[in-house]
């Protein structure tokens, strides 16, 4: 809660514990000037101290002098309790600087005595009644004060706290970055040193064999087209080892999610296809695992309208409703060559999205209609596989 809502909410309570004593007590009601004029100090007093502490605790402070000038034996209720959460709030918002709070309440309350005292005369047990007083309202200010500056120190220790484990959050991810990056560079020595190492020496052998067959014959020509394919699988095995190494120069690429499904809309919009998407429901707080996972059918159901359909108007729907969230991607069939989204319906691309949606115990339908493909996941949320993570990757 915000501070001036906190003090604000502290004046409103002691103005009505204030009013209550007034109307039940019969000293009180049979002249409530007095008491009233002590409960506006207080309340007035603390919804001042919103803003000024020091001041507003000053102002609650009037009340013992208020009320024996007005001829009460001593403060009211609702003006002890200020005494109390007047100087202890000071103390909390202002720690070791608010001190002049506490000492206001106590000269205040000191005056007031004193008051008390010339009207009731001197006397032994007067003096004693007066040094009494005096030591209770002390009391009752600096330690209403030690346990502001206390509350105070608590909740700067708990920021503190706050802080430093954000850092920590932050040094972990971190260190996971960079372990993932280091194992980002093992796979791609691995992949050099093993695979683009022996099929380089199959390909020089291939030429090797090639060379002793006549020219022209259909040996020699399949031997030259196994040879250029060797050639090619070398040289995109050497293109994914550069991306696994720099990989981590790039930093870590956002997550996946279906929050940020508009951008990979954006992203398909840019690359020439007329689509619209459509959100019904809240797509936060999905579980991690169906979230990545839909995202990822969401993002291969639309690389296959691009491949197979070509810019086909194109419509995604995604709808979150209780217990399970369904992604939708129907295209038209635009292409030249008529083809849609399905027109390889045993392509990897559909079984992968199989695979992600029955890891949860999900429903995948996926296949033509006139005019055009639909692909339809359905993933109950709170289903969990082990499964999940090979194939969210």
Not at 57 to 84: Q, Y
Not at 112 to 137: D, I, K, M, P
Not at 207 to 222: F, I, K, N, P, Y
Not at 290 to 313: C, K, T
Request: proline share 6%; glycine share 12%.
């Amino acid at each position: 809660m915000h501070r001036p809502n906190v003090a604000a909410v502290l004046a409103a309570a002691l103005a009505l514990i204030g009013t209550a004593e007034i109307l039940l007590d019969a000293q009180f009601s049979a002249a409530p000037a007095t008491p009233a004029a002590a409960l506006a100090a207080v309340a007035g007093g603390m919804l001042l101290g919103a803003w000024r502490p020091i001041t507003g605790a000053a102002v609650v402070s009037l009340a013992f002098p208020i009320s024996v000038v007005g001829g009460l034996d001593g403060p009211t209720g609702a003006a002890v309790l200020g005494f109390f959460v007047a100087p202890g709030w000071a103390g909390y918002r202002k720690a070791q600087a608010s001190w002049p709070a506490p000492l206001a309440v106590q000269l205040m309350a000191s005056l007031g005595t004193w008051v008390a005292g010339r009207a009731a005369g001197s006397s032994v047990a007067g003096l004693g009644s007066q040094a009494w007083e005096n030591l209770f309202f002390g009391l009752l200010c600096w330690g209403a004060w030690g346990v502001g500056l206390l509350a105070r120190r608590l909740r700067e220790r708990a920021d503190l706290l706050a802080r430093l484990n954000t850092a920590l959050d932050a040094e972990r991810e971190a260190r996971e970055h960079a372990a993932v990056a280091e194992e980002r560079r093992r796979i791609a020595r691995d992949m050099h040193d093993a695979v683009a190492h022996s099929i380089s020496v199959m390909v020089l052998q291939l030429g090797a064999v090639r060379s002793t067959l006549a020219a022209g014959t259909a040996q020699a020509e399949m031997m030259e087209g196994i040879e250029r394919l060797g050639r090619e699988s070398v040289h995109e095995l050497r293109a994914l080892v550069g991306i696994l190494r720099d990989a981590e120069a790039t930093g870590p690429a956002p997550q996946p999610t279906l929050g940020r499904a508009a951008e990979l809309v954006a992203e398909v919009r840019a690359a020439g296809l007329p689509i619209e998407l459509t959100v019904d429901g809240e797509l936060g707080g999905i579980p991690r695992p169906q979230d990545i996972s839909a995202y990822r059918v969401l993002q291969e159901a639309l690389s296959n309208v691009l491949r197979h359909a070509g810019p086909a108007p194109t419509t995604v729907y995604l709808r979150r409703e209780p217990g399970r969230v369904s992604v939708l991607v129907d295209n038209e069939a635009q292409n030249p060559a008529g083809g849609t989204a399905g027109a390889s319906p045993g392509g990897h691309g559909l079984i992968g999205m199989r695979e992600r949606v029955a890891a949860f115990s999900g429903t995948l339908s996926a296949g033509p209609r006139p005019g055009g493909f639909t692909v339809q996941a359905v993933f109950p949320l709170g289903t969990e596989s082990g499964a999940w993570k090979a194939v969210a990757a």
